[in-house]
């Protein structure tokens, strides 16, 4: 089956602490991955994404991404979270098997805790 | 760069009501998506269309959901005979044609128009 499975549905980390937040996905064939976020009552933002070349890629927010396609995997990091990074963030895999749109998975909670 | 906007933001009707949200995708881009997120969960694919082509439907896309973009710009989703379980948040994407520079079709969302159904 072509998922995404967000493994933690809350996370909670100090402010300042580093963060990780798990993506495995189920795809045949090299997927096109995303990470979204939205605060509560809003849209989603693209933090992040992954085409091809470099595994490691940077986003916006000090986030940044690793695919590994070994582990089929897309988490997602920061090395110091900040209050205001307390909001859901989800995982996404495209690609042709998927026509034209996204899939989701079903996101991850996190809190900030000062 | 304006954003995809959608009004209404909220609409709170009663059962068996229609009710109309309007999307005005980002202007320069010719793929439009509609999704869905309930409670705890991601956002679920309702329909696509590039330019004013209906491309693709969901399952979810029940007979009672119609959606139109008649001249390839804004899109209007509607609701017939609401029911209760369609309360959700509906979700409008926009984004450029899948080409070298965006082999991975990048969506961008809009802010949302959320659904209660009393």
């Known amino acids: 089956a072509q998922s995404v499975t967000q493994p933690d549905?809350?996370?909670?980390v100090s402010e300042g602490a580093s963060l990780e937040l798990r993506c495995n996905y189920s795809y045949g064939a090299t997927p096109y991955l995303f990470w979204y976020v939205q605060?509560?009552?809003q849209g989603l933002q693209l933090l992040l994404k992954y085409f091809s070349g470099d595994t490691l890629v940077q986003g916006i927010k000090g986030f940044e991404?690793?695919?590994k396609r070994s582990q089929s995997s897309f988490n997602l990091r920061k090395p110091s979270?900040?209050?205001s990074d307390a909001a859901e963030y989800f995982c996404a895999?495209?690609?042709m098997e998927y026509g034209n749109k996204l899939v989701f998975g079903a996101g991850?909670?996190?809190r900030v805790k000062s | 760069?304006?954003?995809v906007s959608q009004n209404p933001r909220h609409k709170i009707t009663k059962r068996g009501q229609n009710v109309t949200f309007r999307c005005d995708p980002i202007s320069e881009h010719?793929?439009?998506y509609w999704y869905r997120q309930t409670l705890g969960q991601g956002p679920e694919f309702l329909t696509y269309f590039q330019n004013e082509a209906q491309l693709e439907k969901s399952r979810l896309l029940s007979d009672r959901f119609s959606a139109e973009r008649p001249k390839g710009s804004f899109s209007t989703l509607e609701i017939q005979r609401t029911e209760q379980g369609d309360s959700a948040m509906y979700l409008c994407a926009s984004s450029w044609p899948r080409d070298s520079e965006n082999p991975g079709n990048t969506i961008y969302f809009g802010e949302g128009s959320w659904l209660t159904v009393v």
Request: glycine share 16%; proline share 4%.
């Open chain 2, 30 to 32: 010719n793929r439009l």
């Open chain 1, 81 to 83: 979270v900040h209050w």
């Open chain 1, 39 to 41: 605060s509560p009552g």
């Open chain 2, 1 to 3: 760069d304006t954003g």
């Open chain 1, 65 to 67: 991404a690793e695919f």
């Open chain 1, 93 to 95: 895999v495209g690609g």
């Open chain 1, 9 to 12: 549905i809350h996370i909670t």
């Open chain 1, 108 to 110: 991850t909670i996190l």
